[in-house]
């Protein structure tokens, strides 16, 4: 087994991050004189990893947003993972969005990345191994070279290269 290498192409979230964030974007919201009086709030729903923002209306929640997003950016935490759900309309004219954390790998993108490697004619074997994907060569350089493909392509979701040996 020795003779062959191998790394984990994964999609994942550090969950404790993204709570330090939220905790820090509604620390700024309870700060800014142009929340002051309103119903923003942001709630992280950890196990079920959706996070629902609410908001006077649309600009205001624009604005919470992007006051989120930067926190993210600040943490280095990639903005891919979220999924937006649409806007809708909540109780008191208020405004609501759920927004879900992507953690994992779907089968869809799964299929595409192998897919992608096969189609450069590396000599790799790729294989879906339930929410992430296992990359085998006899080759380290082959592999590195592979990292290096998937790094330049855009799958829609935040790829983490892990387990390399």
Do not use: C, P
């Amino acid at each position: 087994m020795a003779d062959n290498s191998s790394f984990d192409v994964v999609s994942t979230v550090d969950m404790q991050e993204v709570k330090n964030a939220v905790d820090q974007t509604l620390k700024e919201l309870g700060q800014r004189f142009d929340f002051k009086g309103s119903k923003s709030t942001l709630t992280l729903k950890e196990k079920e990893k959706i996070l629902e923002v609410v908001s006077d209306n649309d600009y205001k929640l624009k604005a919470v947003l992007d006051i989120l997003k930067a926190k993210w950016v600040k943490r280095n935490i990639s903005l891919k993972a979220l999924d937006y759900g649409k806007v809708e309309q909540a109780l008191g004219g208020t405004v609501r969005q759920h927004i879900t954390i992507q953690s994992g790998i779907i089968d869809e993108k799964a299929k595409a990345i192998v897919k992608s490697i096969k189609g450069e004619k590396f000599k790799v074997q790729g294989q879906i191994q339930g929410d992430q994907v296992r990359v085998q060569s006899k080759s380290k350089d082959e592999l590195q070279s592979v990292i290096a493909y998937l790094k330049q392509q855009d799958f829609g979701i935040d790829l983490k290269f892990i387990n390399f040996r």
